[in-house]
């Protein structure tokens, strides 16, 4: 057999052999990352997602090297004279970058599952240490990762590890820094240092932002992500908030009032509209004892008279079923007693042509 026929029967050999490996690894990895992704989903805390998030890529990034170096330290062995000279060399510098991410990784994992197991039943309920310990755990996440990447350049470019030495230590480097590193960007970061120091709001805190209800659900270094009560995600950049006003409505104190506004018709019966509204609030089991729910005469309408009755709710979480679910009783109580949810009305009186004309006549003769 020629010897053109043998090389390129080996090549295809190769190529067949690396591209199953990898695609064997690869599947694999999909069937794992499902399940983490499944698990993580189960559990109370962010701190599973977080997790997940932060080592999927990196894991990923040191399969894809150890399969693809262990490939073609395999092809080398079977077909030695196969692999071009530039690519034999850079085999163990693979391996090596491979083995550096992996540890790297490894790290990771270990230093953010220590932390979610020691700390799980502390954060409970407390979102002040729930969104430290997230900032905290990105930090150390981040500073692993930069870590394995320079070792990782060093070995690939042995030069780099000095040529960043001279840079930072040289005199126009911070400007080079605040004049390229994106004003925007470096004012996200700044923000969100003051966002965990001042802690305006916190992880799973509930907010009103620009017209929108939803939860605090992440606080990062460059923005802000809040789950709105109909299931969108508000990605916001940390800087934002030092311009706008966010409500925090459990902040300090998670009680909050609750107010419903009702129309009786002028020819109800006012009292009995009130003393039913406040019977139905006193006897609601979400409705606190410590402030006395009582109803007031707003105002005066075209159709009837405005009442508002107001009431104390423990959490702001119960708020709007107790409304809902008040709204529903007075209406069904106010049918049973016979007072009137008044609307607009408007009053038409029918004449006789005859009458009609009659009134006119006399209307120009006054004139």
């Known amino acids: 057999m020629p010897s053109e026929i043998v090389l390129a029967l080996e090549t295809l050999l190769g190529l067949l052999i690396l591209i199953a490996i990898i695609t064997g690894i690869f599947t694999a990895l999909f069937y794992i990352k499902r399940y983490l992704e499944n698990f993580a989903k189960k559990t109370k805390t962010k701190l599973d997602d977080y997790l997940v998030t932060i080592v999927k890529w990196p894991f990923f990034t040191t399969t894809l090297l150890f399969s693809l170096g262990l490939s073609l330290a395999y092809i080398k062995s079977i077909f030695p004279a196969l692999l071009p000279l530039s690519i034999e060399v850079h085999i163990d510098t693979i391996l090596s970058i491979g083995t550096i991410v992996f540890v790297a990784t490894v790290i990771s994992i270990i230093i953010n599952v220590i932390i979610n197991q020691r700390v799980r039943k502390i954060i409970e309920g407390e979102p002040d240490k729930e969104t430290i310990l997230l900032v905290v755990e990105k930090i150390l996440t981040y500073a692993i990762y930069i ?40 004012g996200n970061f700044i923000s969100s240092l003051m966002i965990i120091i001042s802690r305006p709001f916190r992880v799973g805190d509930r907010v009103l932002f620009r017209g929108d209800f939803g939860f605090i659900e992440e606080i990062g270094f460059r923005h802000t992500i809040i789950r709105t009560w109909d299931n969108r995600r508000l990605i916001i950049p940390n800087s934002v908030f030092d311009d706008e006003v966010i409500t925090n409505l459990i902040i300090k104190d998670p009680s909050m009032i609750g107010t419903i506004m009702v129309d009786i018709s002028y020819e109800s019966d006012m009292d009995l509209a009130k003393k039913i509204m406040v019977d139905l609030a006193k006897n609601h089991p979400k409705v606190t004892k410590d402030m006395e729910p009582a109803v007031h005469l707003i105002d005066f309408g075209e159709s009837g008279v405005k009442l508002r009755l107001i009431f104390k709710v423990a959490h702001h979480a119960d708020l709007w079923d107790t409304t809902v679910q008040l709204r529903e009783q007075i209406k069904k109580e106010f049918d049973k007693f016979g007072i009137e949810i008044p609307y607009p009305r408007r009053q038409v009186i029918f004449t006789s042509e005859e009458e009609y004309k009659s009134k006119r006549s006399k209307k120009v003769e006054g004139s």
């Open 147 to 186: 870590i394995s990447s320079l070792v990782a350049l060093s070995i690939l470019f042995p030069p780099t590890i000095p040529a960043l030495l001279s840079l930072l230590t040289g005199a126009g480097f911070l400007a080079i820094v605040v004049g390229l590193a994106a004003q925007k960007a470096l």
